[in-house]
């Protein structure tokens, strides 16, 4: 594989890495396809970025959750229909309006902690939930039925 001229080798390096992590996550685990929804946790990451512009690329809908006005207008920008900032909106609300009701048909989480329980609300029925990785101490989540 020929490294683009105008990337460094790392920089370079980081597009397959990034490509397999969501192809796996998102296509084989998840299994998204055409007309169904992804909700992506961190879509502004590097992860993030490349699920919205893969997921678009197949037909999907891409809901991101994000920290700031410019992560959302970043992933806007790369294609998402809908960037919710988690520190000032229930992301399970946004995505059940969002989806008339429905839910996301797959969830790609790389947050982990308080999101698992509340992955479960924000999901379709038969929905898909993907854990890349999680940036909350996996010791310290709790999942308790409702």
Known sequence: MAVPPALSMQEAGA?????????????????????????????????????????????????????SKEKA????????????????????AEVKTATDGAGANVILDMVGGDYIERNYDAAATDGAWSRSRFSADPRRMSISPS
């Open 15 to 67: 597009i397959p890495e990034t490509l397999m992590t969501v192809w796996h996550n998102v296509f084989e685990r998840g299994a998204l396809k055409a007309g169904e929804t992804l909700l992506i946790h961190g879509g502004s990451s590097g992860i993030g970025t490349m699920a919205i512009q893969l997921a678009k690329a197949f037909g999907s809908k891409v809901i991101v959750t994000v920290g």
């Open 73 to 92: 207008d970043a992933c806007l920008k790369l294609g998402a229909d809908r960037a919710i900032n988690y520190k000032t909106e229930d992301f399970v």
